[in-house]
Nanobody, 127 residues
Framework: QVQLVESGGGVVQAGGSLRLSCAASARSFSTSAMGWFRQRPGKEREFVAVINWSGSGTYYSDSGKGRFTISRDNAKNTMYLQMNSLKPEDTAVYYC????????????????????WGQGTQVTVLS
C-alpha cells in the first residue's frame, strides 16, 4: 500500500523554525513531483510548495516564498519543508501530497486532484 507519512510538526514560538518531513513508502515517488499543503483553522486547504521529481525545480505560494524551502532526498524517499521565521498565521495542519502522473511542478499545480495524501502534521506557532 502506498503511503505518505508526515512528521516534524510541533509547537514553536514566533520567529522559530521547524523542518517537516514526508516519507514515501514506495520508490515510485522518486519520479513524482511532491508538494506541501496546509489547512489553517477555519480555512480551506491551500497550496504551500512543490518540488519536481529531480529536485531541480520548485514553486512556492506567496505565503511560503522567502521563508520556506522545499527539498527532497530520493535516495531516502523523503521530502522536506524547512520553515523559518514562523508566524502565528502559519499555524495549520500540513499535508504532503504526490501524484505519479506528474513529474514536474507545472503538471502538479494544475492537477485537479492529487492522488496520494499524507495524514497531516500539526504546526502551532505561538505569538
Amino acid at each position: 500500500q502506498v503511503q505518505l507519512v508526515e512528521s516534524g510538526g510541533g509547537v514553536v514560538q514566533a520567529g522559530g523554525s521547524l523542518r517537516l518531513s514526508c516519507a514515501a513508502s514506495a520508490r515510485s515517488f522518486s519520479t513524482s513531483a511532491m508538494g506541501w499543503f496546509r489547512q489553517r483553522p477555519g480555512k480551506e486547504r491551500e497550496f504551500v510548495a512543490v518540488i519536481n521529481w529531480s529536485g531541480s525545480g520548485t514553486y512556492y505560494s506567496d505565503s511560503g516564498k522567502g521563508r520556506f524551502t522545499i527539498s527532497r532526498d530520493n535516495a531516502k524517499n523523503t521530502m522536506y519543508l524547512q520553515m523559518n521565521s514562523l508566524k502565528p498565521e502559519d499555524t495549520a495542519v500540513y499535508y504532503c501530497a504526490a501524484d505519479p502522473a506528474c513529474s514536474d511542478y507545472g503538471c502538479y499545480v494544475q492537477r485537479a486532484e492529487l492522488e496520494y495524501w499524507g495524514q497531516g502534521t500539526q504546526v502551532t506557532v505561538l505569538s
